[in-house]
């Protein structure tokens, strides 16, 4: 009797889960795609893409952490190198942008199998400490490589035409080009997270001695995911190198590394769309907030410590917990 | 002029030193480090930031106060250890019910404002801090010139951090610490204050770091960024070290500062990048590090 209840109350849990994911997708594809043409306030579609680069990135960031439980403190990395070399095949070889996306995702990928090689023969506040560390090593690599272009960064990128054929100059198109690759990002991690490599990666995260018990290996596992997160980091930072027409040192520094942790953990760590939440409010204050210069880091410093001293499930966390708690509309017989 | 492998020996040795300096701050501020993770089982990002608030505290003190940088090597750490117990106090006490890694988080968070209000009160450019008088000038050893300030550096890092370590390996206290390390309710049991000693360990460690920051003070410009990638490349050196024992990070931290300096002369363009490159290979081959327990 005791199982047949709570299965069936895990079974709202779930049914109330998708109906809620359903939910926020509409409102999120609604929002993105409203927020620049209404005529009411005054978005700029520039400012917009940066949220949704960064909201790529935190996605990503947020499979390896809220869902393989490995804190990454070196995700830059990804971004920053997949920006340069999105940037100069566009700028000096003249690839299409869809190829020069790819090839930056490419090299993202690449650089996300040796570095996840190394940094999960640790775990914890290692596997955190060690990826900072490598992320640093490549910050030093793009300050000397000669294509990065140094301190000046690879300037002008051209955002060429799509398949050869769409000039991505008016800012509109880019638009729309950078919010269905999001989308496609996005669905791409929502299907990763909900396939059975998902539910192992979740077994892991909570007990991983038990899963190796059960037979998984969860090495490969943790690889998989480590390079998954660096291939869409890869994504967010090379569309973001051609929104901006700018790849520079700013994406590879362990301050970025820092700022995609704080998205995910102000938005919600382990929530599906808590890090595009978390990724805008960050953009804007960067976007909107420019004239305070030096307080944005303090600022930034400060919603660090509220997270995780009283805040530790972010906003969506916070909202879900809220929706859960209040009674359901028709709530089931009490047996 | 002497040369070996092709290198002068001035030079050679010249870029010795300078990995002995690099080495004694990777070992004091590894083994503030060191000492703070085996109680208290979090990693503190904000080192950095208290190393810097070392050398703004000599700083201010030589320059608003007309204290001297003896007076300096004695109120930095004494001034950074207290503004740590009260962080500890006010902040990482409440999370050592969670995961470490909120720990992590935390102390970042902190780095980043400490280091962000001195960003918006000094900006980036570094200020200049007189060498103390006594301690200007240095000896010819015939093949190289030492700095006596140099030379002072290095000595007194390995007087502190060889002190720290018979302090915590030999004496009754240290036997306490290292007790409660391994099984902190049954210290408490013993009617030992744990929470107090947890308080002024991570106190201690702290001021270690403000020591480092007054040593480093006359060598470097006093910045506010000044931990900020310093704190990396410590990480890095922990790493390497593992955190099982005291004495390994000290080894560690002198062992890497003099093969970065080595690297300076023979292969100049890895020398930012050598450090994290020892780091992957220990990682292939002891992932625990040298001297870390599985």
Redesign the interface.
Known sequence: MQHGTSQTSAERDEAFEARLNRVSFIVLVAFFVVAPLQPFVDIYPVFLMKALCFGLFACAFNLLIGFGGL?S?GHAMFLGMAGYVSAYTAKSWGFTPEIAILAGTAAATLLGIPTGL?AI??Q???F???T???A??VF??C??APFTGGEDGIQGVPRGKLFGLLDLAPTMRMYFFVLAIFLAGFLLIYRIIHSPFGQVLKAIRENEPRAISLGYRTERYKLMAFVLSAALAGLAGATKALVFQLASLTDVH?TMS?EV?LMT?LGGLGTIFGPVIGALVLASMEFYLAEIG??V??V??????V???AF?RGILGELEAWLRRRPRKAPPAAR | MDTIFGVPTGALFGQLLIGLINGSFYALLSLGLAVI?GLLN??NFTHGAQYMLGAFCAYFLLNKFGLSYWWALVVAPIAVGASGVIIEKL?IA??YK?D???G???T??????????F??EFGSTGLPYAMPGELTGGYSLGFMFLPMYRAWVILASVVICVGTWFVIERTRLGAYLRAATENPALVQAFGINVPRMITLTYGFGVALAGLAGVFAAPIYQVSPLMGA?LI??V??V??IGGMGSIMGSIVTGFGVGVIEGLTKVFFP?AS??V???I??IV??IR??GLFGQR
């Open positions: 804190l403190f190394l023969r640790r914890g506040i290692y955190a400490m060690i900072l560390a490598l640093q090593m030093f690599f300050v000397q362990w820092g942790v953990l030096s307080w880091t303090i930034q410093g400060v919603i660090f410590v997270c995780v001293l530790r | 993770f979090i990693i902040f409440q999370l969670l470490h890694l909120y992590l988080l935390l970042f968070g902190l780095a980043l404002i400490i280091q962000g209000v960003r918006h990638d990396i490349v990480f890095a922990v790493v363009e930012n990048t450090i994290f490159v780091m992957a990682l292939m992932p625990q």
